[in-house]
C-alpha cells in the first residue's frame, strides 16, 4: 500500500505509484517501525533535483529492490521544501557523519527518530548492498547500532544549542556594526573571483543576500569595493549560461566558475531575490542591463510559475523528455533551422553557440558576452527562437506554493512594478498575497505550502512568517492598502510569543510544533535567509512604521549572532549584514500622501523607492488638505506614520522621517532627491 497518494506535494506524488511501500512523514510511520521491529529510511528530496530522479528511477522504481525495502524497513519520504525542519535536521547529521550533504539524503534512523547511517544518492547495486547491510546489523548488533544512533542524537542537540548560543561575545572584544559590515566587506574581496565575479570556486551559486548587503552597504557608505563586486557579479551572471537569455530568469547554481553551464532547475526563491537586486542595482546606477534582468526575471516568474489561484509555483525541474537542460540547449542547426542562415550564424555568434558546444553532445547553453550593435534584430531573434523553445517538451512544474517564497516574490515584484511603471507586476504581487491571506493564513498562524488553493500539512516555519511579514510590507509601501499591514502585524506578534529562544534569537520552529531530535534554529543564510535575519528585517521594517521600540529592539536583538557569523563567514551572514545596513541607516521612514489617482503621487513614491536609503519602509495614504490627518481610509488609524501627514497647498507630498522626526514636507521628485540626498 502507497500513502503517498493524499499528498499535497507534487514530489511525494511523483512517488506515489512507486513499489516501495512509501509512508509520510508522521507519527504514524515511527509507530510502524516499533510494531514490525524495523529501522527507519528517510529519504528526502525535491521536485527539481536531478540526482532525485535518477535514485527514484534506478532504485525506487524497481520492483526487486522495492521488495528488499519493504521487507527491511519502514520507507518514509519527505519533501525538503514542504519539511525544511526535518530536512535541516537530518542534513546536520548527514554532513556530520559525512562531511558533506546534498539530494536525495538518505538515511537511516532508529524508529525513535535517531539517525545512524546517512547518505546522499547511492546507485542501485550499492543501494541494495546497504538496506541489507542495515538490517542485518539491526537484527545482529541491535545494542552497537542504538549506541551509536543515542550519541549521535545527543552531539547534534548538543551542537544545535551551541549554534542557537552564539552572540557577539565570539569576536574577541565585540564589533559595533559598522566595523562588522566594514570587516564583511574585506572577507567578501579575499573570496572575490575578480575574473568571473561571484565568490570562491566551481559550483558557483547566486549571492542573492551577499548583493543586497554590498549594494546596500554602498548606498550608505559610498564604497568603490562594495559596488565593483556586486556590479562584476550580477553582469557576470547575467550574460552566462545560468540565466536564460530567451525566456529570463535564473538557474539554481553554475557547475563551473564562469557561470557558463547552469544546473537547469529554476527555483522561486532565487528569482525572486536576484528580480530584487537587479532593481536595487538599476536604482544605483542606471544600468539598462540591470533593469532588463529585473524586468524580464519577474516576466519569468509571471509566465511560468503562476499558478491559476494567483500564487507562484515552487520551481521547474532540470530534465524534460528524460534529459537534464535540454529545453534550454541549442546547435549551429538547431539555430538555422527556426531562422535561416544569416540569423542563424548571427544568433550562433550572438549566443556563443559552437560546433563543439558547451554542454553535452555539441549543444549550447545561451550566454549572451557582449551586446550586438543590432538590438531590434536581436529582439526579433530571442522571440522566434522563444517562440520555437515552446514547442519542445517542457520541464516539470513543482505547482505547490511555498509561503516564503511567494513573500520573496511579492515584494520583488511589487518594488518593480513602481520602479518600472509596471501595474501588472503589482497586481500579480496583489493576487500572490491575496492566496497567502485566504489559503494561507488563519488568524495569527501560517501553514507552509498549498497546491490548487488547498492548504497543505505542514506547519509555518520561522522563514514562513518572516518573510511574508515583509512580502506584505513591501507590498502595502507600493498600494497603501492597510489591510497588508495588519496581517503582517499578526505574523510578527506570532514570531515574537512562539519562535523566542528566551535571549533575543530565534528558533526555525514554533514552540508548539512538532519535536524532532533537537529543535533546529540555524543562523546562517544558505540558498535563502536564515529564519532570524529575515525576522530581524520584518520586525525592523514593522517598527518603523509603527515608531515600535518592541520591534526594533526584537531586531536588534536577532542580530547578536551576526558578529561571529559576518567577520569569519561573510557570504552566509548577507541578509543579517543587509538588515544591520538599515539599522545603521534609520532606517528612513517616508510616507507619501495623495489622492491615488493622480499621478504626481506615484511620480514621489516611486521617486522615494528609487533614492531610499537601506532599509527605507513606506507608507501611502490620500491625506488631506490644510495638513489635517491622512483619515482612516488611508490607514492613518492603523499606520502612525500616516498621522498628521496632509497635503501641502493640495499637491501630494512627501515626508521624509527617521524615528517619527521629519524633515520639512517636498512635493516635487526633484526636491525629494535632494532630500533623500542623491
Not at 536564460?244 to 566558475?257: I, K, N, P, T
Not at 546547435?331 to 549566443?351: I, K, N, S, Y
Not at 518603523?544 to 561571529?564: M, N, Q
Request: glycine residues 12%; hydrophobic residues 45%.
Amino acid at each position: 500500500m502507497n500513502r503517498l497518494k493524499a499528498a499535497t506535494s507534487p514530489y511525494l506524488l511523483q512517488h506515489a505509484g512507486n513499489p516501495v511501500d512509501w509512508w509520510p512523514w508522521g507519527e504514524e510511520a515511527f509507530a510502524e517501525a516499533r510494531r514490525r521491529d524495523v529501522p527507519v529510511l528517510l529519504s528526502v528530496g525535491y521536485a527539481a533535483c536531478h540526482w532525485c530522479h535518477v535514485m527514484a528511477h534506478e532504485s525506487f522504481e524497481d520492483p526487486a529492490t522495492a521488495a528488499v525495502v519493504n521487507e527491511n524497513v519502514v520507507a518514509v519520504k519527505v519533501d525538503r521544501e514542504e519539511r525544511p525542519d526535518v530536512d535541516a535536521v537530518y542534513m546536520a547529521a548527514t554532513q556530520a557523519m559525512t562531511g558533506q550533504g546534498g539530494w536525495p539524503m538518505t538515511v537511516f534512523m532508529t524508529p525513535d527518530g535517531e539517525p545512524f547511517y546517512c547518505g546522499t544518492y547511492f546507485p542501485r547495486a550499492q543501494f541494495l548492498r546497504l538496506v541489507t547491510a542495515v538490517a542485518r546489523a539491526w537484527q545482529q548488533d541491535r545494542g552497537q547500532v542504538s549506541d551509536q544512533a543515542e550519541r549521535i542524537a545527543a552531539a547534534l542537540a548538543e551542537n544545535a544549542s551551541a549554534l542557537s548560543g552564539l552572540d557577539d561575545g565570539a569576536v574577541p572584544g565585540g564589533l559595533a556594526l559598522q566595523e562588522v559590515t566594514a570587516a564583511a566587506v574585506t572577507g567578501l574581496e579575499a573570496g572575490f573571483d575578480r575574473t568571473a565575479g561571484g565568490f570562491g570556486r566551481a559550483p558557483k551559486f547566486p549571492p542573492s543576500m551577499v548583493l543586497e548587503f554590498l549594494l546596500r552597504h554602498y548606498s550608505r557608505t559610498g564604497s568603490a569595493a562594495a559596488l565593483s563586486m556586486a556590479e562584476r557579479t550580477c553582469e557576470a551572471m547575467s550574460r552566462g549560461g545560468m540565466y536564460d537569455q530567451l525566456g529570463g530568469g535564473f538557474a539554481r547554481y553554475s557547475v563551473d566558475a564562469a557561470w557558463v553551464v547552469p544546473h537547469f532547475e529554476k527555483m522561486l526563491y532565487d528569482n525572486a531575490l536576484l528580480a530584487r537586486c537587479y532593481a536595487y542595482l538599476w536604482r544605483i546606477t542606471g544600468s539598462a542591463q540591470a533593469r532588463r534582468v529585473a524586468e524580464e526575471t519577474c516576466d519569468f516568474m509571471l509566465r511560468e510559475l503562476r499558478t491559476p489561484e494567483g500564487g507562484l509555483a515552487a520551481s521547474l525541474d532540470a530534465d524534460s523528455d528524460g534529459a537534464e537542460g535540454a529545453f534550454y540547449v541549442w546547435t549551429p542547426a538547431q539555430l538555422r533551422e527556426v531562422l535561416g542562415e544569416e540569423d542563424g550564424a548571427f544568433a550562433a555568434e550572438v549566443f556563443g553557440v559552437t560546433g563543439r558546444g558547451t554542454f553535452e553532445h555539441g549543444t549550447s547553453v545561451l550566454q549572451r558576452r557582449a551586446e550586438p550593435g543590432d538590438h531590434e534584430r536581436l529582439d526579433r531573434i530571442r522571440g522566434a527562437l522563444l517562440a520555437a523553445r515552446d514547442g519542445r517538451p517542457r520541464p516539470a512544474r513543482d505547482d505547490k506554493v511555498v509561503a516564503a517564497w511567494n513573500g520573496m516574490a511579492i515584494a520583488a515584484l511589487a518594488e518593480a512594478g513602481l520602479l518600472f511603471d509596471r501595474p501588472d507586476l503589482i497586481a500579480a504581487a496583489t493576487d500572490a498575497a491575496g492566496l497567502l491571506v485566504s489559503v494561507h493564513v488563519s488568524g495569527t498562524r501560517i501553514c507552509r505550502t498549498s497546491r490548487d488553493g488547498v492548504a497543505g500539512p505542514s506547519a509555518g516555519l520561522l522563514e514562513d512568517y518572516a518573510c511574508v511579514a515583509s512580502g506584505l510590507l513591501a507590498l502595502y509601501g507600493v498600494t497603501g492598502d492597510a489591510r497588508w499591514v495588519a496581517v503582517a502585524g499578526g505574523l510578527l506578534d506570532t514570531v515574537l510569543s512562539v519562535f523566542g529562544d528566551g535571549s533575543g534569537g530565534f528558533y526555525d520552529t514554533a514552540e508548539d510544533g512538532e519535536r524532532l531530535i533537537f529543535r533546529p534554529a540555524d543562523p546562517a543564510d544558505n540558498a535563502t535567509p536564515s529564519g532570524a535575519f529575515a525576522a530581524a528585517d520584518a520586525l525592523l521594517s514593522y517598527g518603523a512604521l509603527f515608531g515600535s521600540a518592541r520591534h526594533t529592539d526584537a531586531a536588534a536583538a536577532a542580530l547578536r549572532v551576526l558578529p561571529p557569523i559576518a567577520v569569519r563567514y561573510p557570504r552566509a551572514a548577507g541578509k543579517g549584514l543587509a538588515v544591520a545596513e538599515a539599522l545603521l541607516s534609520g532606517p528612513a521612514e517616508i510616507a507619501v500622501v495623495g489622492p491615488d489617482d493622480d499621478p504626481r503621487t506615484r511620480d514621489l513614491l516611486r521617486t522615494a523607492l528609487h533614492m531610499a536609503p537601506p532599509g527605507a519602509v513606506f507608507a501611502l495614504g490620500p491625506g488631506t488638505d490644510g495638513g489635517g490627518g491622512a483619515g482612516e481610509s488611508g490607514g492613518a488609524d492603523l499606520v502612525p506614520l500616516l498621522a498628521g501627514r496632509g497635503l501641502v497647498s493640495g499637491a501630494p507630498t512627501a515626508y521624509v522621517c527617521r524615528g517619527f522626526t521629519c524633515q520639512a514636507p517636498v512635493t516635487s521628485p526633484a526636491a525629494l532627491r535632494e532630500t533623500l540626498g542623491r
